[in-house]
């Protein structure tokens, strides 16, 4: 293998605060580094100076095939062969395949337009070097997420890149979807492009690495081939803590009071038609920490908002015997439910607004009277949260879109537990956390459940589940195919269950 | 977060000096510079600007628009829009004067005159939430209804029934030197800058508007939040109609007829932003005064008032562009 990038003494200082501290990181071609870290070790920053989105502090020097060379901005980059796929997607999900992978490079013809045949082609032949089977002239909001992100990658192809940054690609993938993705960076890798590759997912890292390298507070920690390295090790460097004293042990909070029970739960779609969620039944008791697994599709988000009274459905829910009738957000806040919702900046935070306000936009009125907020009592209840879950924020007055990902996370389950719910669902807490922030989050989980809050944690990560869960309910396909005790839910049942 | 958060202003608490830094760092602030940099240039030209009874004419003329604008800021704040606003004041003028022109009293007169913008919030908020319809063309439907009625009512003829004197208070009154529509401007500015900074359905607004999705699923209910606001906004503006006509006694056929856009004029100069979230009433409500002491200057420095629009909208793109400014500086590394 040769030697491609090669970055030394990388230092970036932002205004008060020091982002990277002469980092150092060696990249051959076609191998497949994993750049490992929590949130703030400075990995984004590395990236978009990788990228030419960003310019390192004077000092350091960034060099390809041994010249020293400096990055201009993002398009010098590309023509250097260095492309980037985001954890968001970027791309336009109302234009086609094609002209998405040609986007502001469209080939012409003669009169100046389009020329849609050659453009369709030539897409169509990125998408087969990725052996991928993708209409170029489908539209990209039609695709799935998966398939998006393959678009993705086949314009980075495209471009000719000899280097391609992957940030955290496989998050909002199925398993199914994420195994196709790991093949395609081991097959480009073959092919001799470099990949940098960043992914919480420790399974993954192991299933697709030929090196590691941990970045922590803006430091080079160590770079190990991945044979040398083991998840422990790895997350011990991560963090500077072992993996155990991290996560502690399960202990059970579960009671034998029956306080919410679904029953025949059906979606109910406009038009009569066919319900892809359909006949969930299940208890859930006081105290008791209930897991919901199941592949992306599978129909986990859409069996909460039903009972959460976001989506329309047929059935009935019983909570503490009674029938109650929940047909929106609001009905099921008043019988005692919360909802941290899946993704917390589009539907769990108004990011515009400062942490106190987003705090107690679920639970306004127990500072109010007359309809009249009282600021101070406010402040002093939101203070006590910030406290009590060590939210990492200047004050209540810091608008939460400037806070990191895993205090987001906190603010919205501050806020839902603020009003003391007798039932909460948790929908993917710990996506695009650290692992510092997640064990975090995962205590904090199990001390509500010991207060005697029943929980319901959704989660496409199975050893999260199994890790917090006193039972596992695994859906398939819209309906339940499986129910688990914790004993009895090992990792290869709950697959089965969700796959088989 | 930097050096800002450890300031006093960031605490929001403690001290004149404290609460001076805050008003430093309001959007509102950026408007009532201008306001105060127009006043100085314009009387450096006329010292009559200065004068308590310029003053006091320049806030009469304004403050219909500014009273709109009130309602107006609070509809773009939760993310929408009302376009209806001058229909609902014609209508709501028109209406009064019929009746006083059927014979009735003054306070059914102004009851039914009230009740025209009960009518167009109604028709505008169930448009938008229990259709679905984009607030823009929901009432933009509402504002082309309004004006044909008018036309259909007065045939294109100004209407001016008999009215008793105790109800031109309300358009040509004075209490002490201020105009009685001043002193309903600044009560229902008061009253709805509480509203919005101190209630809980002030709150609600500014959630519905900044993540919609996120304030339905915390509980709050966004729909009535949107149905109160058109509600408040058309009533908002049916008062303006009756004061209207109470100062002119004459129903014009074309009367608000292109408002809409001075009003929304006045909330965006305010800091109000159209994708909803952000805006606050007192910023509308100068936004309203910087657009009528522009006319005002004009007047008085014998410009060609044809220029007065043009440099209306000069002085909306110069705020607007101001407030991007400063905003990318604070947010951008």
Redo the contacts between chains.
Sequence with gaps: MTQFLEMTGISKTFPGVKALDAVTLELQAGEVHVLAGENGAGKSTLMKIMTGVLKADAGGSIRIEGQEIDIRGPLHARALGISIIYQELSVVNNLTVAENIFLAREPRNTWGLIDRPRMIAEARRALAELTVEIDPAAVVGTLSIGQRQLVEIARAISYRSRLIIMDEPTASLSNHEAQVLTKLVRKLASQGIGIVYISHKLDEIFEVADRISVLRDGRSVCTYPAAAMTPDLLVREMVNRDFGALFGTHVSHATDEVLLSVRNLTEKRPGGRGSRVRDISFDLCRGEILGFFGLVGAGRTEVMEMIFGNRPATGEILIGGGKVRIVSPSDAIAQGMGFVTENRQELGLVLGMTVRENFSLTHLAEYCSFNVVNRPRETAACLGYIRTLDIKTPSPEQKVMNLSGGNQQKVVIAKWVARKPRILIVDEPTRGIDIAAKAEVHALLNRLASEGISIIVVSSDLPEVLAISDRVIVLKEGRISDELQREAATKERVMLAATG | ???A??SPA???RGGIHGKLSKLRHAREFNVLIALVMMGGAISVFTPYFLTVDNLMGVSRAFSLTAIMAIGMVMVIITGGIDLSVGSAMGLAGLVTALCFDSGYGQVSAVAAGLSVGAVFGLANGLLVTGIGLPPFIATLGTLSIGRGLMYMITHGVPLTPKTPDSFTILGQGYIGPVPVPVVILIVLTLIFSLVMI????G??I??TG??E?????????TQRVKLTVYMLSSLISSLAGVIAFSRYLSAEPASGFGSELDVIAAAAIGGASLSG??GSVTGAVMGAALIGEIANGVVLLNINTYAQQAITGGVILVAVSLDVFRNRLKGG?
């Excluded at chain 2, 101190?198 to 359905?201: A, D, E, N, Q």
């Excluded at chain 2, 996120?214 to 209910?221: E, I, P």
């Design positions: 977060m930097s050096v958060d450890n960031s605490r929001g101190h209630t809980r359905f709150r609600h500014y959630a900044g993540n999705g996120a304030a339905r699923l915390s509980g709050v209910k979230g952000i590394r």
